[in-house]
Every structure is written in structure tokens, then in C-alpha cells.
């Protein structure tokens, strides 16, 4: 599975912004997406992720700004952002894990939020 994400930027406090991620490949098999980010210095987190079925579940810290969304005909995973905050700034990464075990990952998307 390759994974390519797409959409990251500057933005100024307040906005919004759309990441996508499309995966290729092997892709029969893939059981949930997800939305990793990383800031300067910290760990990478998981912030919100899709099963199959359609179940999400998000952060705490992005719960009710971020909606992430699945369009399975096309294997891309979207993550809508709104009302970005400054310590939303991080590298975004896509995840796609296969068979429940097989850990995918994109290449990371810069997402700078700054006045």
C-alpha cells in the first residue's frame, strides 16, 4: 500500500483547511485510515481515524473542529480542519492499516497555523 497525502499548508488562526490521502496498490484488505500528526520535539499522535464500516473516533484536543471522512471507491481518506488553532501546527500523516496487523505510512503534510 502506498499512501500519498496532499493538502497541508499556511493558514491563520481560525481557518480551515482539507488534507486528502489517496492509497494505491495492494488495497483489498485495509480495515481502517487515520491521521497521525507530530510537532517539533513531540511525539506522534493519532488524531483521528475511520473503520471500514464507517466509525470514527477523534482526539479530544480537535473533537468538534475535525471531521475525517472515507470515500472507499476512490481508497482516500479526507481530514476536514476548522477553526485551526496555532498548536494545531504539525507534520500530518496518513496511516492506512491492512488485515488489522500491516501498518501503512504517507509521506507527511506540513500544516502551519500562524497569524
Known amino acids: 500500500v502506498q499512501l500519498q497525502a496532499s493538502g497541508g499548508g499556511l493558514v491563520q488562526p481560525g481557518g480551515s483547511l482539507r488534507l486528502s490521502c489517496a492509497a494505491t496498490?495492494?488495497?483489498?484488505?485495509?480495515?481502517?485510515m487515520a491521521w497521525y500528526r507530530q510537532a517539533p520535539g513531540k511525539q506522534r499522535d493519532v488524531v483521528a481515524s475511520?473503520?471500514?464500516?464507517?466509525?470514527?473516533n477523534y482526539a479530544e484536543s480537535v473533537k468538534g473542529r475535525f471531521t475525517i471522512s472515507r470515500d472507499n471507491a476512490k481508497n482516500t481518506v479526507y481530514l476536514q480542519m476548522n477553526s485551526l488553532k496555532p498548536e494545531d501546527t504539525a507534520v500530518y500523516y496518513c496511516?492506512?492499516?491492512?488485515?488489522?496487523?500491516?501498518?501503512?505510512w504517507g509521506q507527511g503534510t506540513l500544516v502551519t497555523v500562524s497569524s
Open positions: 475511520i473503520i471500514t464500516g464507517g466509525s470514527t
Open positions: 496511516n492506512a492499516q491492512r488485515y488489522y496487523s500491516q501498518n501503512f
Open positions: 496498490g495492494v488495497t483489498f484488505g485495509i480495515n481502517a
